[in-house]
Every structure is written in structure tokens, then in C-alpha cells.
């Protein structure tokens, strides 16, 4: 009976284990930042490594260091082949950082037989790392396929926002484990749902899950809960399409349309900085739309059961801060399970309109979405 393979480790794991490995010393010859077998690559963990590789470097003291961009117009070959090939007058170590690598590989695939000598060379540099991106010419290949004895090889693919089958909750997720992890490196505690909340509200990108961190780790506290997210992206593009999820539930019809006169005028600004285009918030709302409908549906289901709404709330995995409580409860005393079924079915129409009809001005499908949704018994616009 052949041995069970090995189950991979998810990326961030991944990333925490190797950074600490760059931090302690215990690196390899050879170094490869190889693009993931199937899915987009994760550029932000090679960022990092690169970083602590860099500090790493200048904290030996006695070190030379080749620092290069392989994609940049100013990359030579003559260069790294000098390197590679002589020994330093000036230090006894050497070590070789070499970022968008595939682009130089393109143009002189030699250099993959260059490195692969030198890390099996008694002078070659005593580290190199090489971070060859979304290349397929023969010269990333051949670095790609290596089993040479001292290199080591790292895959890096986009974390998974959604949960796993057998955990449904929000802070499963890779995500959103990947984020409680960095933030518990940082000594701050993520409450239960706050994680997940994030991911839903930032995406899965590592880049912005970390700045939506650092906008909370600004807050000076040492425990974040869903409360507080909610709070730091407020007036943000996340906030908004949060606040036109929340109006469209709680039957405030007055809250909504005065939300799509904003975003008509102005557009939507992200906490990240970016600027979205009434056209572009389009996905972003409804979206978020149909997440709190989901939400609200779970809570709703287990009410029906016999549970609380704050009981019903926690089930369904979030925590029942006040705030959440007081939402919840606001959205129940207007929504049913019909109410429900129309928001979606309202929801499917305006995705059509927009994403296949063609409809240019997204907040108008939004409109029709609101005139549709609040029609019906015992909500009154």
C-alpha cells in the first residue's frame, strides 16, 4: 500500500514558516519562487520574503550582496554572470536577490544553468533566492522543473476567501485564517466573525487584507470585533455597499435611494484609496447585497426554529454584539422568507440587466432593484 501524499500547506502557513526560516538563517543554496501549478500566483508573499531576505543580508555585515530586477530595461547578464562566477574582494559572503526573474530568463536562458551550477558551486553565493513570476520560456522551465540537491522550491496561489465545505463559517477560510495569524504577530486579537468580516468586506487579496490590518491595528486596540470593522470602513466603498445592503433589508427605502444619489455624484472611494466609478460599484453592492441576505436567511431560519435572535445569530457564526443584535432584529421585523425571495429574485434581474442586457448606469438597475423590493406588505417607503 503506497504512503498517503502529503497534503500541501496553505499559503500563509507556508509563508510564516519560510519567513522564519529567512529570519533565522536556515536557508537554502537556491531558493525558487516558482508560479503555482493551477490558479493565479500570490505576489505578496514573495514581496516579503524578498524584504526579510534583503534585512537578512545587510545584518551580516560581512556580506556582498547582488541585489537585481530581472524585468527592469537596466538588468545585464554581464552582471549576474560576474557575480556568479568571482569571488568578492571584499567579503566572504555572498548572496543573490533576483525579482522578475522570468524576463531576464527570456531573453538569456543560460542564466537557469548559471544558477543551478552556483548553487552547487564551493564559491558560489552562500544564499540565493529568485522569484521567477508568470514566465514559460525555457529558461524559467528549466528552473521550475530542477530537483537539484540544495534548491528549494515554493508555490504561492491566492488565498481561498470562501470556507471549507465541512466548516461553513466566515473565519474558516483561508483567508481569514491567514489574517488572524498576522494579526496575532502584530498582538492583536481578532473577535469572533471580525476576520471573516474583513475578507468579505477587503477580498482575499494578502495586499489588501494586510492593509485593512494595519487601518485596525491604527486604532490603538488590542481586541477588534465586527463593530469596529465596520466602523474603520464606514465612509469607504466597502462601508457604503455594507450601509445599501443593511437599507435594502431593513425596508429603508428613503436610506437607499439617498445612498444612490451619493454614489451617482461621487462614486464610491475604497479604504485602500482607490476610487470606484458608479459603474464599477455596481458589483460591489450587490454583492454585498446578497451576503447580508444569506446572513439574514441563516438568522431568519433558526428564529422559525424556536432560537433567539441573538442565539439565532451566533449560529449562524457571528457574534452578537449589541450593534449586530439591534441590526438583526431591525431587518426581522421587515423581512420574511417571501420578502427574501423577492430581494433575490430582484437581485438575479438587476445582474442581468447590467452584466447581459448591457446597461451602462448600474445605480439605475439599483433603483429599479429598491422600487421592487420594497413593495411588499408591511413596509412602508
Not at 191 to 200: C, D, F, K, T
Not at 243 to 266: N, P, T, V
Amino acid at each position: 500500500m503506497s504512503a498517503a501524499k502529503r497534503r500541501q500547506a496553505d499559503p500563509g502557513s507556508q509563508f510564516r514558516e519560510t519567513l522564519a526560516k529567512i529570519q533565522q538563517g536556515e536557508l537554502p543554496r537556491l531558493l525558487l519562487l516558482v508560479p503555482p501549478s493551477s490558479g493565479e500566483e500570490e505576489s505578496w508573499f514573495a514581496e516579503q520574503l524578498f524584504a526579510a531576505a534583503r534585512k537578512y543580508a545587510h545584518e551580516l555585515g560581512d556580506c556582498d550582496l547582488l541585489d537585481q530586477d530581472g524585468g527592469s530595461p537596466d538588468f545585464r547578464a554581464e552582471d549576474l554572470d560576474a557575480f556568479l562566477q568571482s569571488s568578492s574582494l571584499f567579503a566572504s559572503r555572498k548572496v543573490l536577490l533576483l525579482q522578475r526573474a522570468g524576463k531576464g530568463l527570456n531573453r538569456w536562458p543560460r542564466l537557469a544553468e548559471e544558477l543551478l551550477q552556483a548553487a552547487s558551486a564551493d564559491g558560489g553565493p552562500e544564499f540565493m533566492m529568485v522569484h521567477i513570476g508568470a514566465s514559460s520560456g525555457k529558461g524559467a522551465q528549466k528552473l521550475s522543473a530542477t530537483r537539484k540537491k540544495g534548491v528549494e522550491k515554493l508555490r504561492f496561489r491566492s488565498l481561498y476567501a470562501d470556507p471549507p465545505p465541512w466548516k461553513p463559517e466566515p473565519d474558516a477560510s483561508e483567508a481569514a485564517q491567514f489574517l488572524l495569524g498576522e494579526a496575532r504577530e502584530r498582538k492583536l486579537r481578532l473577535e469572533r466573525g471580525a476576520a471573516g468580516l474583513i475578507v468579505q468586506m477587503a477580498g482575499a487579496r494578502a495586499s489588501d487584507l494586510m492593509g485593512a490590518l494595519e487601518h485596525l491595528h491604527m486604532l490603538g486596540l488590542d481586541s477588534i470585533g465586527e463593530e469596529e470593522v465596520r466602523q474603520v470602513v464606514a465612509h469607504s466603498a466597502e462601508g457604503t455597499a455594507f450601509d445599501m445592503a443593511d437599507a435594502f433589508l431593513c425596508g429603508d427605502s428613503g436610506r437607499a435611494l439617498s445612498l444612490m444619489r451619493r454614489i451617482s455624484r461621487q462614486g464610491m472611494r475604497s479604504w485602500d484609496g482607490r476610487r470606484l466609478a458608479p459603474r464599477d460599484a455596481f458589483g460591489m453592492i450587490v454583492s454585498a447585497i446578497a451576503r447580508e441576505r444569506t446572513r439574514t436567511a441563516e438568522v431568519l431560519t433558526h428564529v422559525r426554529k424556536g432560537a433567539a435572535v441573538k442565539e439565532a445569530i451566533e449560529a449562524s457564526g457571528s457574534r452578537a454584539s449589541m450593534p449586530v443584535l439591534r441590526r438583526m432584529e431591525a431587518r426581522l421585523a421587515v423581512c420574511d422568507e417571501d420578502a427574501l425571495h423577492l430581494l433575490l429574485d430582484g437581485l438575479l434581474e438587476a445582474e442581468r440587466q447590467v452584466k447581459r442586457l448591457g446597461w451602462r448606469d448600474g445605480t439605475r438597475a439599483l433603483e429599479l432593484l429598491a422600487l421592487r423590493s420594497f413593495r411588499r406588505p408591511g413596509v412602508h417607503s
